[in-house]
């Protein structure tokens, strides 16, 4: 062992093991041994383009070059039908099919911001609302679509101005046309809430579950709620106006986190209120800025009378749907919601695919994850 040299040293152990799952998918059907690098390599060791290139030839002994990446990056467009990112989506599928024993039933819908380290915009990466915090940053919209575990569907590409609700009607019927499954139960949550989405679900024939803004609705449809003076796991169901139905729920546990992100957002006003930090940026609807009130032209108060009313609220969720489930089912297949949310956080922490290096956008206008 002490005549060995590094340069005589090959990892076989990422091979060994993703590379296994990799051939199990189906993915060696597709017969490009950069891809297969890429894939390894952003499971076992994620970075950036020079921090793959390094691993491959400091582990594998494999030499390929920034460009080498970036052109066959290029490949991947969805543009091309008969592409490789045409057949990693299509064996993508057929394994989430398998799993789920060849029925997709109920599928989950939602978006994430992706930023760029960059200060310039094109038709595509253009600085919109951050779920991040990055709103001087260009970003993109990512949405995803994934059955029951968690098993993926497929995404789409959005730009970083969009409205999260004109995005999932599109995805469903690109998505659909593509795969061909047949009307699901489509499930997100209520940054996807809209008359026009709903309107069109219906007009579809799809089942659906959204979740709902319960203090957003017409007086009758709140007092409706607060009435029904739920108590800790129960779950109720009226029909609205619309024809409509609300499903309403109650959770103790989620009324203490309410109170207590409550106080915590009164507390950080309060603090900025007595600091004099309070700005023109402070004064809108978002958040808890919305116990914050004007009074004449300069005089900024915190309206303890919203905050103290809100706590009525504390604990309560609605869905909007028109499933004919049991509410207690509704409930629970929107709690399942969770499995989108895990995919993301994978995505950004364990996989790193943010941000997006300058040098990658300048050499392609559309960003599409490996």
Same mark, same amino acid.
């Given at each position: 062992?002490?005549?060995?040299?590094?340069?005589?040293?090959?990892?076989?152990?990422?091979?060994?093991?993703?590379?296994?799952?990799?051939?199990?998918?189906?993915?060696?059907?597709?017969?490009?041994?950069?891809?297969?690098?890429?894939?390894?390599?952003?499971?076992?060791?994620?970075?950036?383009?020079?921090?793959?290139?390094?691993?491959?030839?400091?582990?594998?002994?494999?030499?390929?070059?920034?460009?080498?990446?970036?052109?066959?990056?290029?490949?991947?467009?969805?543009?091309?039908?008969?592409?490789?990112?045409?057949?990693?989506?299509?064996?993508?599928?057929?394994?989430?099919?398998?799993?789920?024993?060849?029925?997709?039933?109920?599928?989950?819908?939602?978006?994430?911001?992706?930023?760029?380290?960059?200060?310039?915009?094109?038709?595509?990466?253009?600085?919109?609302?951050?779920?991040?915090?990055?709103?001087?940053?260009?970003?993109?919209?990512?949405?995803?679509?994934?059955?029951?575990?968690?098993?993926?569907?497929?995404?789409?590409?959005?730009?970083?101005?969009?409205?999260?609700?004109?995005?999932?009607?599109?995805?469903?019927?690109?998505?659909?046309?593509?795969?061909?499954?047949?009307?699901?139960?489509?499930?997100?949550?209520?940054?996807?809430?809209? *008359? /026009?989405?709903? #309107?069109? %679900?219906? &007009?579809?024939?799809?089942?659906?579950?959204? =979740?709902?803004?319960? @203090? !957003?609705?017409?007086?009758?449809?709140?007092?409706?709620?607060?009435?029904?003076?739920?108590?800790?796991?129960?779950?109720?169901?009226?029909?609205?106006?619309?024809?409509?139905?609300?499903?309403?729920?109650?959770?103790?546990?989620?009324?203490?986190?309410?109170? *207590? /992100?409550?106080? #915590?957002? %009164?507390? &950080?006003?309060?603090?900025?209120?007595?600091? =004099?930090?309070?700005? @023109? !940026?402070?004064?809108?609807?978002?958040?808890?800025?919305?116990?914050?009130?004007?009074?004449?032209?300069?005089?900024?108060?915190?309206?303890?009378?919203?905050?103290?009313?809100?706590?009525?609220?504390?604990?309560?969720?609605?869905?909007?749907?028109?499933?004919?489930?049991?509410?207690?089912?509704?409930?629970?297949?929107?709690?399942?919601?969770?499995?989108?949310?895990?995919?993301?956080?994978?995505?950004?922490?364990?996989?790193?695919?943010?941000?997006?290096?300058?040098?990658?956008?300048?050499?392609?206008?559309?960003?599409?994850?490996?």
């Amino acid at each position: 062992m002490s005549s060995l040299s590094s340069s005589q040293v090959r990892v076989q152990g990422p091979e060994l093991v993703y590379g296994s799952i990799y051939d199990q998918i189906g993915y060696s059907a597709i017969e490009e041994p950069m891809f297969r690098h890429l894939v390894v390599c952003r499971l076992f060791s994620p970075g950036s383009k020079l921090k793959t290139i390094d691993y491959l030839q400091r582990y594998l002994h494999v030499s390929v070059t920034k460009h080498n990446i970036y052109n066959f990056i290029d490949r991947l467009s969805p543009a091309e039908r008969c592409g490789i990112k045409h057949k990693v989506e299509q064996i993508s599928y057929a394994q989430t099919k398998k799993v789920l024993k060849g029925k997709v039933g109920v599928v989950f819908y939602d978006m994430t911001t992706l930023y760029f380290e960059a200060s310039d915009e094109d038709d595509l990466r253009i600085c919109g609302f951050s779920k991040e915090g990055r709103h001087r940053n260009p970003q993109i919209f990512l949405g995803l679509l994934v059955a029951v575990g968690g098993n993926p569907i497929g995404y789409e590409v959005f730009e970083g101005n969009i409205h999260e609700s004109k995005t999932l009607i599109p995805m469903l019927e690109s998505l659909a046309a593509r795969f061909g499954f047949n009307h699901p139960v489509v499930i997100a949550d209520a940054g996807l809430l809209s *008359k /026009n989405n709903i #309107d069109a %679900l219906d &007009r579809a024939g799809y089942q659906y579950i959204l =979740g709902a803004r319960p @203090k !957003n609705d017409s007086s009758d449809v709140k007092e409706k709620i607060l009435s029904m003076r739920l108590k800790d796991g129960q779950v109720r169901s009226f029909i609205r106006k619309d024809k409509r139905r609300i499903v309403v729920s109650m959770s103790d546990a989620r009324s203490r986190n309410d109170a *207590k /992100n409550r106080r #915590d957002g %009164l507390q &950080r006003l309060e603090k900025k209120l007595g600091a =004099g930090r309070l700005t @023109k !940026n402070n004064i809108n609807n978002r958040g808890y800025n919305k116990y914050l009130r004007m009074e004449g032209n300069v005089r900024i108060s915190i309206d303890y009378e919203r905050f103290e009313s809100d706590a009525a609220w504390d604990g309560i969720k609605a869905y909007v749907t028109n499933s004919k489930l049991p509410p207690k089912k509704i409930v629970a297949n929107y709690h399942n919601l969770w499995f989108i949310e895990r995919a993301f956080r994978m995505n950004k922490t364990d996989l790193r695919i943010r941000p997006i290096l300058t040098s990658a956008v300048l050499t392609f206008p559309r960003v599409y994850p490996v």
